[in-house]
């Protein structure tokens, strides 16, 4: 990702969305993907372009040795004079031991030089600074390289990515081999997405991946003809589950939920199911009593299933997101914050259906709010912005993104909140330069993404100077960032990272 403020190169971050696409390999994993699971993880995987201050003295002084470049996936392999090979990937198949991967001794270069190339101490710090496509890259330089690499620390929060096609190999005769996944174990992988398979595919990752029973903690299915009969295979098989994920797949009904799901369920994520309805609902709601976080997309649930949830997850249950529930109206929020009394975490995007008065019940019976999200939601006005800005004294993100009736008014009342951290107003199409003004005095704003806002002028937009503590800016499709205007912001705003 390049910055715009100062011109200087940092290794490919992970996109938004997670994904890190995987170069080809042969064997037919080479669509494997890896998505990155905390902020942490991305922050600690995205590090500057510099030389790591944690080099050895003895590194630190041979001049005479090339200095990695962070902004190649190669530039490792530069240090022990070692090209990666051609269509290199992640691929967590385990290389095997007659692989023609070079050994420390076979490595061109001095003997000192080689020696630096494989020392233990110097690799196992000097990784932290590439991103997770780099280091499938570095693994296939040699076997030094590779048992550092394998090691689970540099994973965590990973989760690879498999398509049905890249879990199977042709042999000669036409038969399917299930793959290896040694490689992902050796890893220590406790989660996997998987992507159009089938019940059968299940069970053959199942009994082929060897912590499948007691080390998987996350699995992820989408686009999948998974029935009724696989998921309770799978949950009953792979006793370690805590957090399911289903998407795009519709050959399960809410019968499946009732005979399968587990009260070692923490965290379930249902979308896009066409056969997710109220039922659904309560089948989650009387099965999971642990449970701690719900992502819902469904069409066909009604303000009725809102109020299925016991006292038990009215106490444990701190995350829910309603997305696109269209049928959702200010009745059902009525039961959601009755039952739902400790929720931090509250996602209602999509809910058309519901208003103003939607938002005032959430704002005083949910008290302990840190993130609230209302985009898409075309009926919310800047009446709903002062019931939160008068109860929600804790919440640190709101986005308002696609309230198209959000005006500067609206704008004011949130100046007052002090706790404040992240404000998204993504094509609030009536939000003007004087409506910017209430919120320069927001110290604690540290994220504001004013894009597609079309009244927004030069002018206007360059008065945000004055939020000095701001870490990102975000100004896609804004018609007054001009290049100027970007030019003035890396000048008087060095620490912020703005997003044309």
Known sequence: MSNPRNGDTKPPCLPRNGLVKIPTQPNGLGSASITKGTPAVKNRLCQPSSVP??????????????????????????????????????????????????????????????????????LNR??????????????????????????????????????????????????????????????????????????????????????????????SLKRSTITDAGLEVMLEQMQGVVRLELSGCNDFTEAGLWSSLNARITALSVSDCINVADDAIAAISQLLPNLTELNLQAYHVTDTALAYFTAKQGYTTHTLRLNSCWEITNHGVVNMVHSLPNLSVLSLSGCSKVTDDGVELVAENLRKLRSL???????????????????????????????????????????????????????????????????????????????????????????????????????TNCPGATPELFKYFSQHLPCCMVIE
């Open 126 to 219: 000097l990784f932290w600074y590439f991103s997770a496509c780099e280091k499938c890259v570095l693994a296939q330089v040699c076997k030094a390289w590779r048992r550092v690499l394998y090691q689970p620390k540099f994973w965590v929060g990973l989760t690879p990515v498999l398509h049905t096609k890249e879990l199977y190999n042709i042999l000669p005769g036409g038969e399917k081999e299930f793959v290896s996944l040694q490689g992902f174990a050796i890893r220590g992988f406790d989660g996997f997405c998987l992507v159009g398979v089938s019940d059968l595919d299940i069970c053959e990752f199942i009994d082929n991946y060897p912590l499948s029973k007691k080390g998987v903690k996350s699995m």
């Open 373 to 475: 999200d209302l985009s898409w939601c075309p009926r919310i006005t800047d009446m709903a912005l002062e019931y939160i800005a008068c109860d929600l004294h804790k919440l640190e993100e709101l986005v308002l993104d696609r309230c198209v009736r959000i005006t500067d008014t609206g704008l004011s009342y949130l100046s007052t909140m002090s706790s404040l951290r992240s404000l998204y107003l993504r094509w609030c199409c009536q939000v003007q330069d004087f409506g910017l003004k209430h919120l320069l005095g927001m110290g604690s704003l540290r994220l504001l993404s004013l894009a597609g806002c079309p009244l927004l002028t030069t002018t206007g937009l360059s008065g945000l100077v004055q939020l000095q503590e701001l870490e990102e800016l975000e100004l």
């Open 53 to 122: 201050a944690i080099l050895s003295p003895a590194l630190a002084h041979r001049s005479d040795l090339p200095i990695p470049s962070l902004a190649s996936p190669l530039s490792l392999a530069t240090l022990a004079s070692v090209s990666s090979p051609p269509g290199a990937s992640l691929a967590g198949l385990n290389v095997s031991e007659g692989s023609d991967q070079p050994s420390p001794e076979r490595l061109p270069g001095s003997p000192s030089e080689r020696q630096l190339a494989v020392d233990e101490k110097i």
